[in-house]
T-cell receptor
């Protein structure tokens, strides 16, 4: 069955430290890939997206993600975390041929220690 | 921000009552979606629409129906609400321009509590 897995439910990181969030998908073809961020009580904001081309993509707020076809992964990274990065992060996949419907991972909640 | 408005933003209702959530967009996007968000499950697709009066089921459609009579409005109805439908509901929109790619844009969510 098609699925998206975010192995880490919670991650705690110190302010200024680096952050990496993992995302793996299980699909027969390469889907479109997205990372969204959700602050408490808010909707989802797109951080970055991969459709094709360069496998290292840059997003907003200093985030980047790398698509690795061989590992079916799309991990999100940030070199230096700020307290405002505390939020929940969702990886999602979609297919243009399927009307851009998205399948989401379960989310990773990031806590930032001062 | 994409022009998506969900109403109401919060609702408490009793088991067995009908509930309708509304999503209104001003972007003229072709596709509209309803997702529900529950802890540990991320967001799961309930129903989606690929045009006026064209809708289809998603992953968790049981107990829900939808309607889209105008491009800008997509309604989600719980015919007889149950406690398992307590959740946060998100509407999203997207478009697939010829030769282009696009992402989905999300509304602010509706928190529904069924007591």
């Amino acid at each position: 069955a098609q699925s998206v897995t975010q192995p880490d439910i919670h991650i705690t990181v110190s302010e200024g430290a680096s952050l990496e969030l993992r995302c793996n998908y299980s699909y027969g073809a390469t889907p479109y890939l997205f990372w969204y961020v959700q602050s408490p009580g808010q909707g989802l904001q797109l951080l970055l997206k991969y459709f094709s081309g360069d496998t290292l993509v840059q997003g907003i707020k200093g985030f980047e993600a790398e698509f690795k076809r061989s590992q079916s992964s799309f991990n999100l990274r940030k070199p230096s975390v700020h307290w405002s990065d505390a939020a929940e992060y969702f990886c999602a996949v979609g297919f243009k041929a399927a009307g851009n419907k998205l399948t989401f991972g379960g989310g990773t909640r990031v806590l930032v220690k001062p | 921000d994409a022009g998506i408005t969900q109403s109401p933003r919060h609702k408490v209702t009793e088991t067995g009552t009908p509930v309708t959530l509304r999503c209104h967009q001003t972007e003229n996007h072709r596709y509209m979606y309803w997702y529900r968000q529950d802890p540990g499950h991320g967001l799961r697709l309930i129903h989606y629409s690929y045009g006026v009066k064209d809708t289809d089921k998603g992953e968790v459609s049981d107990g829900y129906s939808v309607s889209r009579s105008k491009t800008e409005d997509f309604l989600l109805t719980l015919e007889s609400a149950t406690s398992s439908q307590t959740s946060v509901y998100f509407c999203a929109i997207s478009d697939l321009p010829r030769g282009g790619n696009t992402e989905a844009f999300f509304g602010q969510g509706t928190r529904l509590t069924v007591v």
